[in-house]
């Protein structure tokens, strides 16, 4: 298992779809199964960044393990989740970790 520190691949703040994008290209070539994401120090996350992250989550053979979201962060993925189920599409990739907090 490898952990990976968010703060120091983007600084505070994951701005673009494509970045969040590439950095899963990243994690999709290590050679471990199960991969850790710390998102302490992370401010902000835009909602394509969340909804990207969700979407590339879904398709991969990876296990990735979300900690230390913020409240913030939290709400983003609520959001992002709210809208595919009003879509009426299955995704509940995130809200173990963030199913107290209500966008």
């Known amino acids: 298992m490898q952990k990976v520190v968010l703060a120091k691949e983007f600084g505070n703040n994951i701005f673009t779809r494509n970045?969040?994008?590439?950095?899963?290209?990243?994690?999709?070539n290590l050679k471990e199964k199960k991969i850790i994401l710390d998102?302490?120090?992370?401010?902000?996350?835009?909602?394509?960044?969340?909804?990207?992250?969700m979407?590339?989550?879904k398709e991969s053979k990876k296990?990735?393990?979300?900690?230390?979201?913020?409240?913030?962060?939290?709400?983003?993925f609520n959001v992002?989740?709210?809208?595919?189920?009003n879509a009426k599409v299955?995704?509940?990739?995130?809200s173990n970790k963030c199913s107290l907090i209500k966008a």
Request: aromatic share 14%; glycine share 2%; hydrophobic share 35%.
């Open 90 to 94: 299955s995704f509940s990739i995130i």
């Open 19 to 28: 970045i969040i994008s590439s950095f899963i290209d990243k994690l999709e």
């Open 39 to 53: 998102f302490k120090g992370i401010d902000f996350i835009s909602r394509s960044c969340a909804d990207e992250y």
């Open 55 to 57: 979407k590339r989550k």
């Open 80 to 85: 992002v989740e709210t809208q595919y189920k």
């Open 63 to 76: 296990e990735f393990i979300e900690k230390n979201m913020s409240k913030e962060i939290c709400s983003m």
